[in-house]
Nanobody
Framework: QVQLVESVGGLVQAGGSLRLSCVAS????????MAWYRQAPGKQRELVAV???????NYADSVKGRFTISRDNAKNLVSLQMNSLKPEDTGVYYC???????????????WGQGTQVTVSS
C-alpha cells in the first residue's frame, strides 16, 4: 500500500512564504515524476509544478519565479517552496507521484489527501 502524506499548509499574508512537503511511503519500487497540483474553490485542479526523477522542473506560468519545486529521491520526498504569495494562490494543494510498486507493474498516479493554503490580502 502506498501513501502520500503532505505537510500542513496554513494561512499567510500576501507577500509571505510557505513551504509544503510530501513524503511517499509504503510499497514503492520506483518513482518517476512528482508534482504539486492545486484546486481553488469552484475551479478545476491545475498543475503547479512538476519535477522528474532527474531533477528537471517545470512550472505553471502563474508561479514561475515565485515557486520552487525540489525532491529528495532517497527519501521519496518532494517539496514546494512558495514565495511572494498572492491571494490567487489560495487553494487545496495536492501532492502527486507517478510510481510503481514492483519491477513487473506499470507506473500509475498516486495522490496525497490535500492541504489547504490560504493567502490573505
Amino acid at each position: 500500500q502506498v501513501q502520500l502524506v503532505e505537510s500542513v499548509g496554513g494561512l499567510v499574508q500576501a507577500g509571505g512564504s510557505l513551504r509544503l512537503s510530501c513524503v511517499a511511503s509504503g510499497n514503492i519500487f520506483a518513482i518517476n515524476t512528482m508534482a504539486w497540483y492545486r484546486q481553488a474553490p469552484g475551479k478545476q485542479r491545475e498543475l503547479v509544478a512538476v519535477i522528474t526523477n532527474g531533477g528537471s522542473a517545470n512550472y505553471a506560468d502563474s508561479v514561475k519565479g515565485r515557486f520552487t519545486i525540489s525532491r529528495d529521491n532517497a527519501k521519496n520526498l518532494v517539496s514546494l517552496q512558495m514565495n511572494s504569495l498572492k491571494p490567487e494562490d489560495t487553494g487545496v494543494y495536492y501532492c502527486y507521484a507517478d510510481l510503481r510498486t514492483s519491477a513487473s507493474t506499470s507506473y500509475r498516479p498516486y495522490w496525497g489527501q490535500g492541504t489547504q493554503v490560504t493567502v490573505s490580502s
